[in-house]
C-alpha cells in the first residue's frame, strides 16, 4: 500500500503570510498532483509534477517533486482570503492515485 | 460541458437498505474511479474501472460492488448499508491526466 503523508493538517494565517505544504511517501510515483477542494465540491487540479527536481509555479503558489519523485511542496506566496480551501496531493503510478488526508488551509483577513 | 455528473447529490439509507449510486461522464474518458471523503482524510480508492468492461478492487473495496455499463457510465452499488459507509463519495474520470472529479454524493446511514 501507497501511502502519502500531509502536513501539516491545519494551518490558520494572515492575509500576506507565506506559508509551505508538505507531500511525502516512501514509495516512488510516476507523477504527482495537488488539487484544491472547496466545501460541497470535487477537488480540482492545480498542477501536475513529472519529473524529479521539477519546479511548477502558477502565480503565487510554486510547486516542487522531490529528485526522487516521493515527495512534494507546495508554496504560497503573499496568501489571499481565497486561497482558503482543502488542498489535496495525489501519487499516480499504474493509472491509480493515492491520496493525501489534505491541508485544511484558513487565510484571515 | 457537464463533465462528470453524479446523482443522487444527497441521499439518507437505513441500515442494510441497497442503493445505486451513478456516475456519467461526457468527456469520452477510459478510465473511471469511484472514491469515498471521510471528514479530515483524504479520498481513498473503493473501485476503479481502466477501460471498458474492466472494473478492480481499489484501496477499500469490501461492502461495494460496481458496473462499468458503458463508457460513460459507471455505478457504485451498496448491497446492504452499513453506518460504517456513512460518507461522501466522488466518482472521476480521465484518460491520462489529470482526474476529473464530480461534486460528491453526500450518503449518510442511520
Known amino acids: 500500500t501507497q501511502l502519502l503523508e500531509q502536513s501539516p493538517q491545519f494551518l490558520s494565517i494572515q492575509e500576506g503570510e507565506n506559508l509551505t505544504v508538505y507531500c511525502n511517501s516512501s514509495?516512488?510515483?510516476?507523477?504527482l498532483q495537488w488539487y484544491r477542494q472547496e466545501p460541497g465540491e470535487g477537488p480540482v487540479l492545480l498542477v501536475t509534477v513529472v519529473t524529479g527536481g521539477e519546479v511548477k509555479k502558477l502565480k503565487r503558489l510554486t510547486f516542487q517533486f522531490g529528485d526522487a519523485r516521493k515527495d512534494s511542496s507546495l508554496h504560497i506566496t503573499a496568501a489571499q482570503t481565497g486561497d482558503t480551501g482543502l488542498y489535496l496531493c495525489?501519487?499516480?503510478?499504474?493509472?491509480?492515485?493515492?491520496f493525501g488526508d489534505g491541508t485544511t488551509l484558513t487565510v484571515k483577513p | 460541458n457537464a463533465g462528470v455528473t453524479q446523482t443522487p447529490k444527497f441521499q439518507v439509507l437505513k441500515t442494510g437498505q441497497s442503493m445505486t449510486l451513478q456516475c456519467a461522464q461526457d468527456m469520452n474518458h477510459n478510465s473511471m474511479y469511484w472514491y469515498r471523503q471521510d471528514p479530515g482524510m483524504g479520498l481513498r480508492l473503493i473501485y476503479y474501472s481502466a477501460s471498458e468492461g474492466t472494473t478492480d478492487k481499489g484501496e477499500v473495496p469490501n461492502g461495494y460492488n460496481v458496473s462499468r455499463l458503458n463508457k460513460r457510465e459507471f455505478s457504485l452499488r451498496l448491497e446492504s448499508a452499513a453506518p460504517s459507509q456513512t460518507s461522501v463519495y466522488f466518482c472521476?474520470?480521465?484518460?491520462?491526466?489529470?482526474?476529473?472529479f464530480g461534486d460528491g454524493t453526500r450518503l449518510s446511514i442511520l
Open positions: 514509495s516512488v510515483f510516476s507523477s
Open positions: 472521476a474520470s480521465r484518460t491520462g491526466q489529470p482526474q476529473h
Open positions: 495525489a501519487g499516480a503510478n499504474a493509472g491509480k492515485s493515492t
